[in-house]
């Protein structure tokens, strides 16, 4: 199982990124997806997570109203739509894959990861 996460880059403040989770070995709209980041020199934090079942999205307050997360079954991919992006969103990007359906903030839900992506907002 592999998940990839891309989309990252270099945007202004304000301007807007769409981050792509995709799968291999693994279908992801069995399973709760997660979004995590890490900025330079904190701990990992929660971003957003969608559930399987009834696709339930959940925000943390940080990006509510900015961010919505999506599925697109057909391609097995899971996105992060980033808008009014800040200076304070610049950090790496993961997405996670729960085996369970239950969408978690917790980290420890989570068994597979991605490698990271990249998104820097220049102020």
């Known amino acids: 199982v592999q998940l990839q996460a891309s989309g990252g880059g270099l945007v202004q403040s304000g301007g807007s990124l769409r981050l792509s989770c995709a799968a291999s070995g693994l279908t992801l709209d069995y399973y709760a997806i997660g979004w995590f980041r890490q900025a330079p020199g904190k701990e990992r934090e929660w971003v957003s997570c969608?559930?399987?079942?009834?696709?339930?999205?959940y925000y943390a307050d940080s990006v509510k109203g900015r961010i919505t997360i999506s599925r697109d079954k057909p391609k097995n991919t899971v996105s992060l739509q980033m808008n009014s992006l800040k200076p304070e969103d610049t950090a790496v990007y993961y997405c996670?894959?729960?085996?369970?359906?239950?969408?978690?903030?917790?980290?420890?839900?989570?068994?597979?990861w991605g490698q990271g992506t990249l998104v820097t907002v220049s102020s």
């Open positions: 996670a894959s729960a085996l369970s359906s239950s969408a978690s903030a917790d980290d420890s839900r989570y068994r597979y």
């Open positions: 969608i559930s399987s079942t009834e696709g339930r999205q």
